[in-house]
């Protein structure tokens, strides 16, 4: 039965000994001097000794949330912004982008605050104020909308909470999840088994409306 050793290799010697010096150890003795004292290496340069790699902190990004509203509008009041606002507005018009943070709930204030108005159709997905207005138009609000208003449109469909007086010239539809507190005129309502009405309603002339 033979034995076999095999000679190390310098290249492999010298991985080693710059691998121990990066992290710290002492150097191995030498061979031939067996005797030698060991040396530390938490002085020693090594040439061939990997970068340091320092962290970048990452860009703070934010994702755009669910629009407010969804509809053409004419708007007259207040958008708070809590992110990133970049374009450019001037006299003859410009354009701007908003990247705001991700809510999982609605905040204290509305997101929306002011007079809106529009022409065929409104769908609010957040929480507004302040008043709302169509002559012909249709409302929908959605299951977990809010509305701080005044509102005056043709047709109101109420899935979420309305705080405020509403007249619909056409009708208005109540759903299970609507929380409506405020009067409502209109010509026609249906109301759907869950809802909470807290109100007066009145029906109107279908000449007035």
Not at 61 to 68: A, K, N, W
Not at 70 to 80: A, D, Q, V
Not at 140 to 159: K, L, P, Q, Y
Request: net charge positive; glycine share 10%; aromatic share 4%.
């Amino acid at each position: 039965m033979f034995e076999v050793k095999r000679k190390p290799n310098q290249t492999q010697i010298a991985r080693e000994v710059g691998t121990a010096a990066r992290l710290g150890y002492p150097q191995p003795r030498p061979a031939s001097r067996p005797d030698a004292p060991i040396v530390p290496l938490h002085n020693t340069v090594v040439t061939n000794a990997a970068p340091l790699l320092v962290p970048v902190p990452s860009e703070r990004t934010y994702q755009t949330r669910t629009p407010v509203i969804t509809g053409e509008i004419s708007y007259k009041g207040m958008l708070p912004v809590d992110g990133l606002l970049t374009g450019q507005l001037g006299a003859s018009g410009g354009t701007l982008s908003v990247k705001q943070k991700t809510a999982s709930c609605f905040a204290a204030g509305p997101e929306l605050s002011g007079e809106i108005s529009f022409r065929d159709m409104l769908r609010v997905n957040g929480h507004i104020a302040g008043t709302v207005y169509s002559k012909a138009g249709t409302l929908i609000v959605d299951n977990s909308a809010r509305v701080d208003a005044n509102v005056e449109v043709g047709i109101a469909i109420i899935s979420g909470t309305v705080h405020g007086d509403i007249v619909a010239r056409e009708r208005v539809e109540i759903g299970p999840t609507a929380r409506i507190h405020g009067n409502i005129w209109t010509r026609s309502i249906s109301i759907k088994d869950g809802a909470v009405f807290d109100g007066l309603c009145t029906m109107i002339d279908e000449k007035l409306a």
